[in-house]
């Protein structure tokens, strides 16, 4: 069963709107989220993470929301620009004292249009 | 500084044939992680290394498959023998030994993607 879920498996949006790229996770121990960013035939870029002690992080053009109640987090691209064209990938650590490996979503495939 | 790389880049062989991949983390990273992603489905773990010992292995699928991290150095993912189920990307990652209380980020090497016929 999985424990982080990315329901959209893809996205749309004009250059220059933002994007919400959204996760649910079931396990209220992860205690570290991260979101990781992929181009075709490429590894898995890292992009922005938060600790499950905060509620929001920014970092220039993107800024990830967590909401613990709702097991929920959110990145936002603001923004949005065509070489943010990816495959977005929202992961968890922390669970069960396993705090080095990631437990992945599926990915949101992001298209940004002129 | 260098990225983590991985060799070779894509594999092609038969069920039943022993194929061994080959990762490189990032110099002075002593954490390095094998994960593996099968079309259509999310990034799954593996294992995961600190130094030459295995800390936790718990996603590896079965006997198989073998790791090693000779010297806390490069690692080698050995399939043997490969079935058809095996194929995939294989992504090794590599990070910095994390402070207490934090989470050092993993930089993801581009993959092996491996094709059993």
């Known amino acids: 069963d999985q424990q982080v879920k990315q329901n959209s498996p893809s996205l749309s949006v004009q250059e220059g709107r933002i994007s919400i790229l959204n996760c649910d996770y079931t396990n209220s121990m992860f205690d570290y989220f991260l979101w990781y960013k992929k181009y075709p035939a490429e590894g898995p870029t890292f992009l922005i993470s938060i600790s499950s002690i905060k509620d929001k992080n920014e970092d220039g053009r993107f800024t990830v929301f967590l909401n613990k109640s709702a097991k929920h987090l959110s990145l936002h691209i603001v923004p949005s620009q065509p070489g943010d064209s990816a495959v977005y990938f929202c992961a968890a650590s922390g669970y069960g004292g396993s705090q080095g490996n990631l437990i992945f979503g599926k990915g949101t495939k992001l298209s940004v249009k002129p | 500084e260098a990225g983590v790389t991985q060799f070779p880049s894509h594999s092609v062989i038969e069920k039943g044939q022993t194929v061994t991949l080959r990762c490189d983390p990032i110099?002075?990273?002593?954490?390095l992680y094998w994960y593996r992603r099968v079309m259509g489905k999310e990034i799954k773990f593996l294992l995961h290394?600190?130094?030459?010992?295995?800390?936790?292995e718990s996603g590896m699928p079965n006997n198989r498959f073998l790791a090693e991290r000779t010297g806390g150095t490069y690692s080698t993912l050995k399939v043997q023998p490969a079935e058809l189920e095996d194929s995939g990307v294989y992504f090794c990652?590599?990070?910095?030994?994390?402070?207490?209380?934090?989470?050092?980020?993993?930089?993801f090497g581009p993959g092996t993607r491996l094709t059993v016929t």
């Open positions: 110099s002075g990273h002593d954490n």
């Open positions: 990652a590599s990070s910095q030994s994390p402070l207490a209380g934090t989470v050092y980020e993993q930089y």
């Open positions: 290394f600190v130094k030459e010992s295995k800390q936790d």
